[in-house]
């Protein structure tokens, strides 16, 4: 990769668009970037890193926020473009910084694009263009991830020679980033969690036997003399005991289970019989008791006979006036017409009245109203004459409303004119205020980078000593821990060997009794037997058994413990390390007094450089608020004088209008008033002329209607007489056809609405009588028997049901007892297997995990052997410069002594010396002796990572600072080292102020300070 042009707008000290054009070096691919201090040189290298990886080059600069022009307008957003060529490519990627406008809630989202340029224009090279898939596709094109191409790329200013002088910790770190081995790092904590959960899963198993075994008293009863209990009132036993135990308790209730079998099932068989019987007697005594109701039953409907038959009679003259009621409806019906019609006589009567009393007053009325309607033409007349009148004064009204307004606004625009140039004088003498504020903050800022290194480097120092005293804390808690679990497995495997021992000369006494002299012993094979082995106290082999599970127990303890110990004890020297990087003596407390009072002095500068951002913005604000009020103010006097034309055009407007009105009338509201009361009086004549005609003819009709009513009511009644007497003599005759008399009929009559209940009640008596009788007759062979006692029988049934209750529930216990016995044997079965399982599996992991992490004599993790590899090769490249550029003096070796406090070793470095034949510490180097070093082991870097990866190609490298520590003559072959590489097609740019470096290098890309603070660049090529 090689940039070709770089455009920086907005960002750190270039105010506006900077352009860089790297193509005006043609074949000179080695300048050098010169300028003052603060002038932007560095800046260059962030513009580039920024646009490849969204990110600044060094670490004191990792807030990409900060990288944005405190120079730049408001408006100009701060972006980097680079066009890089790479393979025959050509490729274009631009990235936008978010950013918040003054005014503004949120900020302006930020925007990158990334494109190959060819010969047809621009291709996108990502589906989107978002900021992941941008940098994903540089990493891609490039091969390099940041970390990678910071430190064989671009060497930042202060991390130059980091890899060199670095501790063993980071260098494991850098070298971790370059080649991508924190993979094998992840593996030893996965496998740690492995062996967690392996352990966790052993011991969940171990507790879940325990469970199972605290779980038999549950399922089974504890037999008395028998194995099982015997056994479980011992403190200790095996899994393969307890089983043969659970096997004996299965055999003895598989042996009861026939025996209670069969007592219940007689006792069953003897249950159903009662049952058989006790329903024979209940169906029995049942049939009696209802035979015994219904003789009753039928006693009591005999005396009822006498009161049904009356009731038969009543129903059969009820029957009969039923079908006369429509003559008696007919009758009553016609006689209630008559009365209605005579009723409705004498109102209408009233009515007629009334009408010719209202038809005499209203033609009274009429004949008024008639003399009145003379007046409507006079009325008609004066709304003609005074009607037109009226939009004279409408307009005379406009004319004045018009002139109060303008009056008005002539008022206001005078007000608003002194308002404007008050605001103006005032915001002007806030501007010149704000504005000396503002140059007074920007002098208090300028040493704040300083104090943000300060506050960087103390706060990792603070965390450092925190890391320390945490880890040595928890160390020591461990060690006590490991002391405690080691003490533990010592006693328990000393209580077992001795025992372990008094066994075996036990055995030693059995076989030695066996022996004859003469023979050959099995053991030895001597024929001589001299001292036989003694017998010893007896040893119960349960209790050596306890002795062994309790002492593996303690020794699975002591090795949990002693690898907690060594984990903590890496961490701590990883933290030593850490502090002894940073130069902190840990044998002392390190406070963080120094550490708060920059942090209050960054703070502090850090509110004052907010403080001038806003003022900034704020003066901005002001001149902008300025430039308004002069346009506001020539608007406003503009307004004034076209309002002033405009009063005195409507004030002789109004004066001649004034003078064509009426001199009766002096206002619009008058002559208003004057016409409504015409019009209103006028209309009020013609509704009352008009209702009075309606009336007269309305009384009119109402009087001829009522005439009509009349005569046709009257002829009405005399019919309704006639049919009323036909009718009567009609319903006589048939009365008297069935009854005695009339009084006889209305008795009867009452019983007709109760002919249905009356109906019912006869049809049931006569079911029931005849039922009652047919049922006597048929249980006639019960007449004279007694009951049976069911008692008794209830009694023999529910003694034999809780016979039969006890006998099933004890073959049942029987039959869940065997089950229990066999579910707890194959429980401990399985989980017998699963911790012999889960041991092997747990002592494999942690074999494995050992291994890894590094838990060796060597004290080397399998990281760090791949990382030792990487770095001899990195050695041996850059000696091929090393050596030459030091004259033959040096060459760099990795480092074999081991690290203090026990931390792993192996990456440091050491220089060996040709011309004293030692090998010394690479701290020991001077200054131009380590910038030569450090060189040369980047350039090493930067092949080894081509030789692994054919497809990346380093054909670019930039240096931030060093060569100010070399004398001449190492200036010099520094410089022929550059030019060397330059002719293998790499462009190297260096910042560098030494002057030596500026005349031997022709090209120069100088960074100039302007006094206004912000910067430009420009190339001086000879």
């Not at 790329?153 to 063993?168: A, D, H, I, R």
């Not at 509110?607 to 308004?628: D, G, I, S, V």
């Not at 609405?753 to 049931?764: A, D, F, I, N, Y």
């Amino acid at each position: 990769m090689q940039p070709l042009e770089l455009k920086m707008t907005a960002f750190g000290p270039y105010k506006d668009c900077e352009t860089i054009d790297f193509r005006a070096l043609g074949d000179r691919k080695l300048f050098v970037i010169s300028g003052t201090t603060g002038a932007g040189k560095t800046t260059i290298f962030d513009g580039i890193f920024y646009a490849l990886y969204g990110a600044a080059s060094g670490e004191d600069r990792s807030e990409v926020k900060g990288l944005r022009s405190h120079f730049a307008d408001d408006k100009v957003a701060t972006s980097v473009e680079l066009l890089f060529a790479m393979k025959g490519h050509t490729y274009r990627v631009y990235r936008q910084l978010p950013y918040k406008k003054a005014g503004n809630k949120s900020e302006t989202p930020g925007k990158v694009e990334l494109y190959e340029v060819t010969d047809q224009g621009d291709v996108p090279l990502v589906d989107q263009q978002k900021a992941t898939e941008v940098s994903d596709k540089i990493r891609e094109l490039l091969g390099l991830t940041k970390e990678q191409f910071k430190q064989i790329v671009m060497l930042p200013q202060g991390e130059f020679q980091k890899l060199l002088t670095s501790t063993t910790a980071n260098k494991e770190a850098i070298l971790r980033k370059i080649f991508k081995t924190m993979k094998y790092d992840d593996m030893v904590h996965r496998l740690k969690d492995k062996r967690n959960d392996a352990q966790q899963a052993l011991d969940k198993a171990q507790a879940l036997q325990q469970h199972t075994v605290r779980t038999i008293h549950q399922a089974l009863p504890l037999r008395e003399a028998s194995s099982l209990e015997q056994l479980l009132a011992q403190e200790h036993f095996t899994t393969a005991r307890l089983v043969q135990a659970l096997a004996e308790e299965q055999q003895h209730y598989e042996a009861l289970l026939p025996g209670q079998q069969q007592a219940y099932e007689e006792a069953l068989d003897k249950q159903n019989a009662l049952q058989e019987m006790r329903a024979k007697a209940r169906q029995f005594n049942e049939e009696l008791t209802t035979y015994q109701n219904l003789k009753t039953e039928l006693t009591k409907l005999n005396e009822q006979q006498p009161a049904i038959d009356t009731m038969q009679k009543q129903y059969d003259f009820a029957e009969k006036a039923q079908q006369l009621a429509p003559y008696d409806e007919q009758f009553h019906t016609l006689n209630q017409h008559k009365k209605k019609l005579e009723n409705r006589l004498l109102a209408l009567q009233e009515k007629l009245v009334d009408a010719i009393k209202k038809h005499e007053e209203i033609t009274l009325q009429w004949q008024q109203v008639t003399e009145d309607k003379k007046q409507l033409p006079v009325l008609e007349q004066q709304l003609r004459t005074w009607q037109p009148l009226i939009a004279m004064y409408e307009r005379v009204d406009d004319s004045k409303a018009r002139q109060q307004t303008l009056q008005q606004q002539l008022q206001r625009h005078q007000q608003q004119v002194q308002k404007n140039h008050h605001e103006q004088q005032q915001v002007m003498a806030t501007f010149e205020t704000q504005k000396a504020q503002y140059t007074q903050a920007m002098e208090a800022v300028h040493a704040l980078p300083m104090l943000q290194q300060q506050l960087f480097d103390e706060e990792k120092k603070v965390n450092a000593y925190t890391q320390f005293t945490q880890r040595k804390t928890q160390l020591q808690t461990l060690a006590k821990a490991l002391q405690e679990a080691k003490k533990e497995q010592q006693q328990a495997q000393t209580a077992y060997e001795t025992m372990h021992q008094i066994s075996l000369r036990n055995q030693a006494y059995t076989l030695a009794q066996q022996l004859v002299e003469g023979e050959a012993c099995p053991v030895c094979g001597s024929a001589d037997h001299p001292a036989h082995a003694q017998l010893s106290d007896a040893v119960d082999e349960q209790v050596l058994e306890q002795q062994r599970v309790q002492y593996e127990a303690t020794q699975r303890m002591y090795y949990r413990a002693e690898s907690a110990w060594q984990s903590a004890q890496l961490q701590l020297n990883e933290a030593t390390a850490a502090c002894d990087a940073l130069a902190i003596d840990t044998t002392r407390t390190y406070t963080t007094t120094r550490y708060e009072h920059i942090k209050a002095q960054v703070a502090q500068l850090m509110q004052a450089q907010t403080k001038a951002e806003q003022q900034q913005q704020t003066l901005q604000q002001l001149e902008q608020q300025l430039k308004q009020f002069e346009q506001q103010q020539q608007t406003l006097q503009q307004q004034l004088i076209v309002t002033e034309q405009q009063l005195q055009t409507n004030t002789v407007l109004l004066e001649e209008q004034q003078q064509q009105l009426p001199e009766q009338y002096g206002t619009k509201a008058e002559l208003q008033q004057y016409l409504t009361a015409v019009e209103h009086q006028k209309i009020q004549l013609e509704q009352r002329v008009e209702a009075v005609r309606q009336q007269l003819e309305q009384a009119t009709q109402t009087l001829q209607l009522t005439k009509n009513d009349h005569v046709h009511l009257t002829t009405q009644i005399d019919e309704a007489v006639h049919n009323l007497q036909e009718a009567q003599e009609h319903f006589k005759e048939r009365v008297l056809e069935h009854f005695d008399n009339g009084q006889h009929y209305t008795e009867m009559k009452h019983f007709i609405p109760q002919m249905p209940s009356m109906r019912t009640k006869l049809e049931q008596f006569a079911q029931q009588l005849y039922a009652t009788t047919q049922a006597c007759e048929k249980r006639q062979h019960l007449e004279g028997k007694e009951p049976h006692d069911m008692a008794t029988i209830e009694a023999q049934l529910q003694q034999a049901r809780q016979q039969g209750e006890q006998l099933f529930t004890n073959w049942q216990q029987t039959k869940s007892y065997v089950k229990n016995t066999q579910a707890l044997m194959q429980q401990l079965d399985e989980n017998r297997a699963q911790i012999e399982a889960l041991e092997q599996r747990a002592t494999h992991i942690i074999a494995l995990y050992d291994l890894l992490r590094g838990n060796n004599e060597q004290r080397i993790s399998f990281e760090r052997y791949l990382q030792i590899e990487y770095l001899e090769q990195i050695i041996e490249a850059a000696n091929e410069r090393l050596q030459p550029l030091s004259n033959g003096q040096f060459l760099l070796q990795r480092s074999e002594r081991l690290e203090s406090h026990g931390k792993q070793s192996g990456l440091g470095l050491d220089i060996y010396d040709a011309y004293t034949g030692q090998t010394r510490d690479v701290k020991t180097m001077s200054g131009g002796e380590k910038f030569n070093a450090a060189l040369c082991l980047a350039l090493g870097i930067s092949d080894i990572i081509q030789s692994y990866r054919g497809q990346v190609e380093i054909d670019t490298m930039f240096i931030d600072e060093g060569f100010g520590t070399l004398d001449e003559e190492a200036l010099a072959k520094a410089i022929d080292t550059l030019v060397e590489l330059q002719k293998s097609g790499r462009m190297i740019g260096v910042i560098s102020h030494v002057a030596g470096l500026k005349e031997a290098i022709p090209a120069v890309l100088e960074v100039k300070k302007l006094r206004e603070g912000y910067s430009h660049t420009k190339f001086h090529i000879d």
